[in-house]
């Protein structure tokens, strides 16, 4: 499996904006996919968004024009750029990634969208 950390979450008001990190312990071009999913308290994780290394991005529909994932080849680090966060973005963040033919997974970062 490859190893992914995330970082970048924290407590931000209403129409702000954060950035999360997932730091990869492989090249980002030697995965297949890689992805960030949303999960709230008590309920399943929710994929927010999606990157086909190579290929096509795909997004919840809630978050579309106001998100973005991307990666920096040189960092090893896949992105996901959030504007204009509202309550409903609030949850714990988890990367996770394709590699080798199995799925792995952050430890995850809380986001928090309060006034």
């Known amino acids: 499996q490859v190893q992914l950390v995330e970082s970048g979450g924290g407590l931000v008001q209403p129409g702000g904006s954060l950035r999360l990190s997932c730091a990869a312990s492989?090249?980002?071009?030697?995965?297949?996919?890689v992805a960030w999913f949303r999960q709230r308290p008590g309920e399943e994780r929710d994929l927010v968004a999606g990157?086909?290394?190579?290929?096509?991005?795909n997004y919840e529909d809630a978050v579309k024009g106001r998100f973005t994932i991307s990666g920096d080849r040189a960092k090893n680090t896949v992105y996901l750029q959030m504007n204009n966060l509202n309550a409903e973005d609030t949850g714990v963040y988890y990367c996770?990634?394709?590699?080798?033919?199995?799925?792995?997974w952050g430890q995850g970062t809380q986001v928090t969208v309060s006034s």
């Open positions: 996770s990634a394709k590699f080798a033919g199995r799925n792995s």
């Open positions: 990157l086909v290394i190579g290929g096509t991005t």
């Open positions: 492989v090249s980002i071009l030697s995965l297949n996919t």
